[in-house]
């Protein structure tokens, strides 16, 4: 047997908000290292490449003595941490995306900061130790995946290190030679007092022997994974959510932890609701007849049940008026026993009346035929024009005509 259910009448508006929630934490920005660099989170790396050298330079504890050389120093470590993020393709982008914790743990010494201030300007100091890159995945969802909860097989394409060569690039263990370019210094000085990566072997310091390049990766390192994943959509879930998977991201340095892959949902329109965060809203075209005397709604819910709906005895429906039912919304991801709710949001349709239909509302409202005294103007109705030829039937006009 179908349930009735009945409308209550509400005056909420349609923008209810609810709080997005997320799979994955979202941390506060302890620190702007795109501010501390004195740059637009729109900068190229060029743009930050010569940010850093000239506030380096300058705040560098060498260049500094007595009680300015320790405000000097931790200048200096602020601004190469902020560079050692932003310089990283995939640290910078896990810090655009969630912060310091997107970026890991930083070692916050002194010498570390020397470290990358020798690196960048071509002096001595140890490697700067770099994390394989975060893959972000998109999967598809629908309201009733949502609202039903499911699982969904997505395929993942990451780079992993290449078995033939061992990462390596080469056929032969001697098939590297130091780049001819930088001379194995990584950098090449542009002017006096500048340097940049070195083009001819892309910050390696050594090229490889194309007689000697690995025949299945062609000398890149790398080759792709695809590999099948299992995601979880669960009751509730929303567009834009993410689920983290520690391990599954990229792997090309095998010398190094493989990265996380971010799996961000994405949900597809719906022929008939809308989704507002935890509520659902949908529209309704009447016509005056029901708008006066009262409208049902039936429709097929995400679940396949049939839900028929009435509106409240004695309540006028205007056009563009908002009537909720309680329960009948998305299951709360958080309480998924739990619904919110949903909102019909009615369109009432012109219509035509006949002369009995008019002179019985007449009646019924008490109405007396007015004629025009002396000194009144009469009006006329408008003559048909293009715009109302151009109408759909189920606009939103709410008015009648006589026939």
Do not use: W
């Amino acid at each position: 047997m179908n349930r009735v259910v009945s409308i209550n009448r509400t005056f909420s508006t349609l923008s209810h908000q609810t709080c997005r929630r997320f799979h994955v934490s979202v941390p506060t920005l302890n620190k702007d290292y795109y501010k501390i660099l004195g740059v637009s989170r729109n900068s190229s790396d060029e743009d930050i490449k010569k940010s850093f050298r000239k506030l380096a330079m300058k705040n560098h504890p060498d260049k500094h003595t007595g009680d300015s050389r320790k405000e000097a120093e931790e200048k200096f470590k602020e601004i190469t941490q902020a560079y050692e993020v932003l310089s990283d393709p995939q640290k910078r982008q896990g810090y655009d995306l969630y912060g310091e914790e997107g970026v890991g743990q930083h070692d916050h010494s002194s010498q570390h900061a020397e470290d990358i201030f020798n690196m960048f300007f071509g002096g001595g100091g140890r490697q700067v130790r770099r994390q394989n890159q975060d893959v972000l995945q998109q999967v598809q969802f629908t309201l009733e995946d949502a609202y039903k909860g499911t699982t969904k097989t997505i395929s993942t394409t990451v780079n992993t290190s290449c078995s033939t060569c061992n990462g390596t690039g080469s056929m032969k263990k001697d098939g590297h030679k130091t780049c001819s370019m930088c001379g194995g210094m990584k950098f090449v000085q542009v002017r006096p007092g500048f340097l940049q990566e070195c083009p001819g072997c892309k910050g390696q310091g050594t090229t490889i022997d194309p007689q000697h390049r690995c025949i299945k990766c062609h000398g890149k390192k790398t080759v792709p994974s695809v590999n099948s994943l299992q995601v979880d959509i669960k009751r509730g879930a929303e567009n834009g959510d993410r689920i983290l998977y520690e391990g599954k991201g990229d792997h090309s340095d095998s010398s190094l932890p493989p990265g996380r892959l971010f799996v961000e949902m994405v949900q597809a329109s719906h022929p008939l609701f809308t989704r507002k965060g935890d509520d659902l809203v949908m529209t309704k075209s009447i016509d005056m007849k029901e708008s006066i005397c009262g409208a049902s709604v039936s429709f097929k819910h995400l679940d396949g049940r049939q839900v028929d709906l009435v509106s409240p005895k004695g309540v006028v429906i205007k056009d563009q008026s908002v009537l909720e039912v309680e329960g009948l919304g998305m299951p709360l991801e958080d309480r998924p026993k739990r619904f919110g709710k949903l909102f019909i949001q009615f369109t009432v349709r012109d219509c035509t009346l006949t002369s009995e239909q008019l002179d019985g509302m007449k009646q019924i409202f008490g109405v007396v035929d007015r004629e025009a005294k002396e000194g009144q103007i009469e009006m006329k109705p408008r003559k048909e024009t293009r715009r109302k030829e151009e109408r759909t039937s189920d606009g939103g006009g709410n008015g009648c005509k006589v026939q």
